[in-house]
């Protein structure tokens, strides 16, 4: 089985009638299973407009010509997403649109994750790294190693959405 996909859900010429629910439908055509892994990683997909049974090469991709194997992009299994802590300052700043590069003086609008209600606006007074190198990062007068805004804190971006102070990876 491959990371991102169970090789039974690829239609070939054998089970090429099974494919009519399919048609019109995104997914990604190859020759082999590693060209087809390698499309699934590039998110290189088309459309299924038709099948020729009479043909190995059966399945009929929108502008892409006539492949062996076809792949629904439902059967496609994409990992979660997960969120990690800011490596630094710079991370910091760049997420959460501060031009400031030492971040001092910009303002943030803040909440604590268990208690929803418990929110501030704390202009950034101060940042240092520490000699173990941890970043800290003084929102109004309470210092925070960088790592626990993470976990103990959400702040409001400009749209209105509380984030976490992280990034995706």
């Not at 087809?36 to 009929?60: A, K, M, W």
């Not at 802590?85 to 803040?110: P, Q, Y």
Request: aromatic share 14%.
């Amino acid at each position: 089985m491959s990371k991102s996909f169970d090789k039974k859900d690829v239609f070939s010429w054998a089970n090429c009638e099974e494919v009519n629910q399919y048609l019109y439908k995104e997914g990604y055509f190859a020759e082999s299973i590693s060209i087809l892994e390698r499309d699934i990683e590039q998110q290189h997909t088309s459309r299924l407009i038709g099948v020729d049974i009479t043909e190995v090469c059966c399945f009929h991709a929108k502008n892409k010509g006539n492949y062996s194997l076809f792949l629904p992009i439902d059967k496609v299994k994409r990992p979660e997403k997960k969120w990690r802590a800011f490596k630094d300052i710079r991370e910091f700043a760049d997420t959460l649109g501060i031009d400031n590069k030492f971040l001092v003086g910009a303002s943030i609008k803040w909440r604590y994750k268990d208690k929803a209600s418990n929110q501030g606006v704390s202009l950034i007074t101060n940042t240092f790294i520490s000699h173990e190198n941890e970043i800290f990062i003084t929102l109004g007068d309470q210092t925070y190693i960088l790592g626990r805004l993470f976990t103990d804190l959400e702040w409001l971006d400009k749209d209105g959405n509380w984030r976490v102070f992280g990034v995706k990876e």
